[in-house]
């Protein structure tokens, strides 16, 4: 097993339900769609603030210009 691990996503929608899967048992989120997305992630980082781990911060180089 490749150590440190590649960080796993989850791609959906926002929404709470989603957001505690994520918090639960992945790194991020991989939005699908774009409407409300910003809105949305305020509200994942209080769903990894609940489940009591640590966020992984966005590789900004790998962002499409």
């Known amino acids: 097993m490749q150590r440190p691990r590649p960080p796993i996503l989850i791609?959906?929608?926002?929404?709470?339900r989603l957001f505690e899967h994520i918090a639960e048992y992945a790194d991020g989120w991989l939005p699908?769609?774009?409407?409300?997305?910003?809105?949305?992630?305020?509200?994942?980082?209080?769903?990894?603030e609940r489940a009591a781990r640590r966020q992984i911060k966005p590789d900004r180089s790998a962002r499409s210009a």
């Open 11 to 16: 791609g959906g929608a926002p929404s709470p």
């Open 32 to 48: 699908i769609g774009g409407a409300g997305v910003a809105a949305a992630v305020p509200d994942l980082h209080r769903a990894f």
